[in-house]
């Protein structure tokens, strides 16, 4: 679609030279929390698609924390309705989604020891805005991505035996701030890929010749 509306205005331009207004975007019954479901299915089908990879080492002030693995992105979903920012040459779709279940462990390694830890909560808060032209055939793009609540967050430490509290007890900051680092850099991945796919624009307007 992006494609034949550059077309379009290519060929108006030859016909009426030195005009930019005569093609425009007139709004369509389609609301924006129907296009928001529409991403969130799309990113979701991604998430289930994509391998889980274990992460990078993790920064810990006292232990190693390695083979990083996440579980939870499948049931990202909305939270209350969307809405748009409509502007004369773009529009935003924003919304907020929330994430269950959320589950990030590693194992943990110093020189004398080694075991596993991880870092459970059940619901994640997250903020997104997606922003797109209306006028070309760029894909949409993520403006804004935050994760602005962690709710029942649950922390687990084996392989010190009797000193598991000690352990769970110096890793949970560590532990907390690195589920908040991963959930959003994956989150953006599946987004971006998902985001791919989809037109904001398509679904909300059609473009029209003055």
């Known amino acids: 679609l992006g494609y034949q509306i550059t077309a379009i205005i290519g060929l108006s331009q030859q016909v009426f030279p030195g005009s930019t207004h005569l093609i425009s975007c007139r709004r369509n019954d389609v609301s924006p929390t129907n296009v928001a479901d529409t991403l969130l ?10 391998p889980s990879m274990p992460f990078p080492a993790a920064p810990s002030s006292v232990l190693s924390l ?43 390694t110093n020189k004398e020891f080694k075991g596993e830890c991880s870092i459970s909560c059940k619901n994640v808060c997250v903020r997104l805005t997606v922003t797109q032209l209306k006028y070309t055939d760029e894909h949409p793009q993520i403006k804004e991505l935050s994760v602005e609540e962690c709710e029942d967050v ?8 009797p000193l598991n509290k000690v352990g769970k007890h110096l890793l949970q ?17 599946i987004l971006e890929k998902a985001l791919s796919e989809i037109s904001i624009i398509s679904q909300l307007f059609v473009h029209v010749l003055n």
Do not use: P
């Open 41 to 50: 299915k799309m990113t979701r089908k991604m998430a289930i698609s994509s």
């Open 173 to 189: 900051k560590s532990l907390k701030k690195n589920l908040q680092k991963v959930l959003k850099s994956q989150m953006k991945n």
């Open 66 to 108: 390695v083979n990083g693995q996440l579980v939870g992105l499948t049931t990202l979903e909305r939270r209350g309705e969307a809405c748009l920012v409509e502007r004369s040459d773009s529009v935003d779709l924003v919304v907020s989604l929330v994430a269950k279940n959320i589950h990030l462990s590693y194992l943990w």
């Open 154 to 161: 649950s922390t687990r430490f084996k392989g010190l035996g």
